[in-house]
């Protein structure tokens, strides 16, 4: 027999409380203790684990949710779940610990088990693609990113039968706005209505249709909603008027940030503008700029100092780095976080002096203006609670709920803010949320071998290529080589190689060939399944394989576009590679074999037009229809095989189009 007590003097600091080990008990085994107000630092691993209570109480915290804990408690952690225990009452919380591997059950709850451990069926889901800046529409390189991402993201949580929405809208306050303003002769609100109008058509054209954009110049409820937020943070104490430095046109005087003022990086030392680096994704103050230059003279600034409310961010170093290990945190968002943090000090000024913008509401705020930047992070509440008013929901942006999932996806040059800045605003908001975010990050996407830009116009503007007969190869093209982890090209003469020769030369051309042999040999029908061969069944198995390749490519945790879309052309080369042996052989004897593998070749199509619709929603679309089908509702489960006699209509189908070459003088 072994035995063994509760030893005090035997702890030692792990996971943000104190643990000790037991050995000899089969399961690895220790005790632990939280003291009062303390808390374990949310973690995952692969081993199950198991709490026994015997002393205190508490909180369990797992992927978001609450349960009470207190002795006689014991509580059961699967494979790579979040879990944080928390002490709520007066004394220490001590418990017994046993955790063992299972590497079956640990494989099985990687493979099948995320949703279900992050309850992404169970909870409200809001994601929301970085509200774009109306100085200029949208080009292609902002449309592969986050709002294809999201759009994608939301539509294959639906067919999961997850409450999904898509949030986003347009920045109206950046200072961006009103520099093209000033170029254009416009005043910012019309410069900023404009391009917001423009933008929302361009996500149409894209078949990108948010379930909530918040326009926030038009929105007469945001501006006192911004600022009960932003009074809430200087009433945390964190956040006041501090006098740092700053920097001002030589000539006029006038204050310089963002677009005002470019110069070296002062963690990289690339060049950049002011407050972010696109680079590294650092930001700076603008005064720590080496050569700093304003935009509008390139002459010197001056260096003095301003008064602005200002967050001391290094505060947060530990915070952070919690909330870090509660979603999906890409490791280049935790690399930016450690460079981030690596210095003394960041007193990050949260207001600007500025025309443009909403004033705070407290006394001696002056001219100042809250930044777009945190501004942004209460945007998002704002934009839970308008969707709420129209389902009926209460959602409210002053009282998030610890229920609510929430997603990002924006680009790296985006990050800091994001994934660093909004969780320490939150923190000081609203001390008792502890915000469940999944981050998902993009790089640039170039255009010959540059970064796309608005303000450069270099780019690819979406109404220039989409169509209604271009959507969905843009939407593939794009998904096939959006900058998931690193940067990628925009390749012109690669597109119409891929709309030509993959979508309508492999594609079409198999979905047309197969509808012409169903018309000559089954009256356009489906046949029924005959006799089976090694081969048939095997095939069945590889389009089993390839759904569940292309269901872990969309799901939360493994979200990929990239994947996504080589699995869908993966399902059309497996077919066509099976195709090319399954009709070899002729004769009344060969009768119920190529049934089976007409059969077969059916169920791939379904398939495809299951798996497409998150990515090309019209394409999938038009082929369940061709197929006999309704519109994709429902992710699939497995490979299906379409019922026999089924009418099918693909020999004369057009799915895609090339475009109409234009012709010249010389033609």
Same mark, same amino acid.
């Given at each position: 027999?072994?035995?063994?007590?509760?030893?005090?003097?035997?702890?030692?600091?792990?996971?943000?409380?104190?643990?000790?080990?037991?050995?000899?008990?089969?399961? %690895?085994?220790?005790?632990?203790?939280?003291?009062?107000?303390?808390?374990?630092?949310?973690?995952?691993?692969?081993?199950?684990?198991?709490?026994?209570?015997?002393?205190?109480? *508490?909180?369990?915290?797992? +992927?978001?949710?609450?349960?009470?804990?207190?002795?006689?408690?014991?509580?059961?952690?699967?494979?790579?779940?979040?879990?944080?225990?928390?002490?709520?009452?007066?004394?220490?919380?001590?418990?017994?610990?046993?955790?063992?591997?299972?590497?079956? #059950?640990?494989?099985?709850?990687?493979?099948?088990?995320?949703?279900?451990?992050?309850?992404?069926?169970?909870?409200?889901?809001?994601?929301?693609?970085?509200?774009?800046?109306?100085?200029?529409?949208?080009?292609?390189?902002?449309?592969?990113?986050?709002?294809?991402?999201? +759009?994608?993201?939301?539509?294959?949580?639906?067919?999961? *039968?997850?409450?999904?929405? @898509?949030?986003?809208?347009?920045?109206?306050?950046?200072?961006?706005?009103?520099?093209?303003?000033?170029?254009?002769?416009?005043?910012?609100?019309?410069?900023?209505? #404009?391009?917001?109008?423009?933008?929302?058509?361009?996500?149409?054209?894209?078949?990108?249709?948010?379930?909530?954009?918040?326009?926030?110049?038009?929105?007469?409820?945001?501006?006192?909603?911004?600022?009960?937020?932003?009074?809430?943070?200087?009433?945390?104490?964190?956040?006041?008027?501090?006098?740092?430095?700053?920097?001002?046109?030589?000539?006029?005087?006038?204050?310089?940030?963002?677009?005002?003022?470019?110069?070296?990086?002062?963690?990289?030392?690339?060049?950049?503008?002011?407050?972010?680096?696109?680079?590294?994704?650092?930001?700076?103050?603008?005064?720590?700029?080496?050569?700093?230059?304003?935009? !509008?003279?390139?002459?010197?600034? /001056? #260096?003095?100092?301003?008064?602005?409310?200002?967050?001391?961010?290094?505060?947060?170093?530990?915070?952070?780095?919690?909330?870090?290990?509660?979603?999906?945190?890409?490791? /280049?968002?935790?690399?930016?976080?450690? !460079?981030?943090?690596?210095?003394?000090?960041?007193?990050?000024?949260?207001? @600007?002096?500025?025309?443009?913008?909403? /004033?705070?509401?407290?006394?001696?705020?002056?001219?100042?203006?809250?930044?777009?930047?945190?501004?942004?992070?209460?945007?998002?509440?704002?934009?839970?609670?308008?969707?709420?008013?129209?389902?009926?929901?209460?959602?409210?942006?002053?009282?998030?709920?610890?229920?609510?999932?929430?997603?990002?996806?924006?680009?790296?040059?985006?990050?800091?803010?994001?994934?660093?800045?909004?969780?320490?605003?939150?923190?000081?908001?609203?001390?008792?949320?502890?915000?469940?975010?999944?981050?998902?990050?993009?790089?640039?996407?170039?255009?010959?071998?540059?970064?796309?830009?608005?303000?450069?116009?270099?780019?690819?503007?979406?109404?220039?290529?989409?169509?209604?007969?271009?959507?969905?190869?843009? /939407?593939?093209?794009?998904?096939?080589?959006?900058?998931?982890?690193?940067?990628?090209?925009?390749?012109?003469?690669?597109?119409?190689?891929?709309?030509?020769?993959?979508?309508?030369?492999?594609?079409?051309?198999?979905?047309?060939?197969?509808?012409?042999?169903?018309?000559?040999?089954?009256?356009?029908?489906?046949?029924?399944?005959?006799?089976?061969?090694?081969? @048939?069944?095997?095939?069945?198995?590889?389009?089993?394989?390839?759904?569940?390749?292309?269901?872990?490519?969309?799901?939360?945790?493994?979200?990929?576009?990239?994947?996504?879309?080589?699995?869908?052309? %993966?399902?059309?080369?497996?077919?066509?590679?099976?195709?090319?042996?399954?009709?070899?052989?002729?004769?009344?004897?060969?009768?119920? !074999?190529?049934?089976?593998?007409?059969?077969?070749?059916?169920?791939?199509?379904?398939?495809?037009?299951?798996?497409?619709?998150?990515?090309?929603?019209?394409?999938?679309?038009?082929?369940?229809?061709?197929?006999?089908?309704?519109?994709?509702?429902?992710?699939?489960?497995?490979?299906?095989?379409?019922?026999?006699?089924?009418?099918?209509?693909?020999?004369?189908?057009?799915?895609? !189009?090339?475009?109409?070459?234009?012709?010249?003088?010389?033609?």
């Amino acid at each position: 027999m072994k035995i063994t007590h509760y030893e005090p003097a035997a702890l030692s600091a792990a996971f943000g409380i104190d643990m000790s080990a037991v050995p000899g008990f089969g399961p %690895g085994a220790g005790w632990g203790r939280v003291p009062a107000g303390g808390a374990s630092d949310p973690h995952q691993h692969d081993e199950i684990e198991v709490f026994v209570i015997v002393q205190g109480t *508490g909180d369990l915290l797992v +992927d978001g949710e609450r349960t009470p804990a207190a002795p006689g408690t014991v509580a059961l952690f699967e494979p790579f779940e979040t879990h944080v225990i928390e002490n709520t009452g007066g004394e220490d919380l001590v418990f017994f610990d046993l955790y063992w591997r299972d590497p079956p #059950h640990a494989a099985r709850a990687a493979l099948t088990g995320a949703a279900e451990r992050r309850r992404f069926g169970q909870r409200p889901v809001f994601v929301f693609s970085t509200p774009p800046t109306p100085n200029g529409d949208l080009h292609l390189g902002h449309l592969s990113g986050p709002y294809l991402g999201a +759009d994608a993201f939301v539509r294959f949580q639906r067919l999961n *039968g997850v409450e999904a929405w @898509h949030l986003t809208g347009s920045d109206d306050f950046q200072s961006y706005v009103a520099e093209r303003a000033r170029r254009d002769g416009r005043a910012p609100a019309e410069t900023a209505a #404009h391009f917001s109008a423009e933008i929302a058509a361009t996500l149409a054209l894209m078949d990108i249709r948010p379930d909530q954009y918040t326009v926030t110049n038009a929105d007469p409820t945001y501006p006192d909603g911004l600022r009960a937020f932003f009074s809430r943070l200087v009433d945390s104490g964190s956040v006041g008027p501090r006098s740092t430095p700053a920097l001002f046109d030589a000539e006029t005087g006038d204050y310089l940030y963002e677009v005002d003022v470019s110069g070296g990086c002062p963690g990289c030392s690339g060049p950049t503008s002011g407050n972010i680096c696109e680079e590294c994704g650092e930001p700076n103050l603008c005064a720590d700029l080496a050569e700093p230059r304003t935009r !509008r003279t390139g002459a010197a600034p /001056r #260096h003095g100092e301003a008064t602005r409310y200002c967050l001391p961010l290094h505060e947060f170093r530990d915070d952070i780095a919690a909330h870090h290990e509660l979603g999906r945190v890409p490791s /280049r968002l935790r690399e930016l976080a450690q !460079r981030v943090f690596s210095g003394d000090r960041l007193d990050l000024p949260l207001t @600007h002096p500025s025309d443009w913008g909403v /004033r705070p509401a407290e006394d001696g705020a002056g001219d100042q203006v809250v930044w777009v930047w945190p501004e942004m992070s209460y945007g998002f509440l704002h934009g839970i609670e308008t969707l709420g008013r129209g389902l009926g929901k209460e959602w409210r942006a002053d009282a998030p709920e610890q229920d609510w999932k929430i997603v990002h996806f924006f680009g790296y040059d985006n990050s800091f803010y994001h994934s660093l800045l909004y969780p320490a605003l939150y923190k000081l908001a609203f001390p008792g949320w502890e915000p469940d975010i999944d981050y998902h990050v993009n790089e640039f996407y170039l255009l010959e071998h540059q970064k796309f830009s608005t303000s450069r116009r270099h780019a690819v503007w979406g109404k220039d290529v989409l169509t209604e007969d271009s959507v969905d190869a843009v /939407r593939f093209f794009l998904a096939r080589t959006r900058p998931e982890g690193r940067r990628t090209n925009f390749d012109p003469a690669a597109y119409e190689t891929v709309l030509t020769d993959t979508l309508i030369g492999t594609w079409q051309r198999w979905l047309n060939d197969l509808g012409t042999r169903l018309d000559t040999g089954y009256g356009g029908q489906a046949p029924d399944a005959g006799v089976w061969t090694p081969e @048939h069944t095997a095939f069945l198995a590889r389009l089993g394989v390839r759904l569940t390749a292309v269901t872990q490519s969309l799901g939360q945790d493994g979200f990929s576009l990239n994947q996504a879309a080589g699995e869908l052309h %993966g399902i059309v080369e497996d077919v066509i590679r099976f195709t090319e042996g399954a009709y070899l052989a002729a004769g009344p004897a060969e009768k119920d !074999r190529t049934r089976t593998a007409i059969a077969l070749e059916l169920a791939a199509a379904r398939l495809l037009a299951r798996c497409a619709a998150p990515v090309m929603p019209r394409f999938a679309g038009r082929l369940a229809a061709a197929l006999g089908l309704t519109g994709p509702e429902v992710w699939p489960d497995v490979p299906e095989l379409l019922p026999a006699g089924t009418k099918v209509t693909l020999s004369d189908a057009v799915f895609f !189009r090339a475009p109409e070459r234009k012709t010249t003088a010389d033609d």
